[in-house]
């Protein structure tokens, strides 16, 4: 397993953006697909996007595609998710993880490692 260090979240203003980071650590990130999850208060936690091991193929959820990228850069064992556009409806706890796979998934129960999580806040 790898461990999972999220950072970028904070308060943000209606049709604001937000650049997320997840670090990881060890020296095997090119192996593993990443994900993004997001879990609002009262609600369960969500997939929002997701990247395979080389970044070639990336995966959204309908609520964010066309607002939100997911990217990764390997030789910084990072993965990113730019979130433009943002709305109130996005507020969240976003959630980074790795799965010990090439290919992308976009349910919870694929992934292996998890990070601590980082609050997004989207005022109206």
């Known amino acids: 397993q790898v461990q999972l260090v999220e950072s970028g979240g904070g308060l943000v203003q209606t049709g604001g953006s937000l650049r997320l980071s997840c670090t990881a650590s060890?020296?095997?990130?090119?192996?593993?697909?990443m994900g993004w999850f997001r879990q609002a208060p009262g609600k369960e936690r969500e997939f929002v996007a997701a990247?395979?091991?080389?970044?070639?193929?990336?995966e959204y959820s309908d609520s964010v595609k066309g607002r939100f990228t997911i990217s990764r850069d390997n030789a910084k064992n990072t993965v990113y998710l730019q979130m433009d556009t943002l709305k109130p409806e996005d507020t969240a706890v976003y959630y980074c993880?790795?799965?010990?796979?090439?290919?992308?998934?976009?349910?919870?129960?694929?992934?292996?490692?998890w990070g601590q999580g980082t609050q997004v806040t989207v005022s109206s």
């Open positions: 993880a790795a799965r010990r796979s090439a290919a992308v998934a976009t349910t919870e129960s694929r992934y292996d490692s």
């Open positions: 060890g020296r095997t990130f090119s192996l593993y697909a």
């Open positions: 990247v395979d091991w080389s970044g070639g193929r990336t």
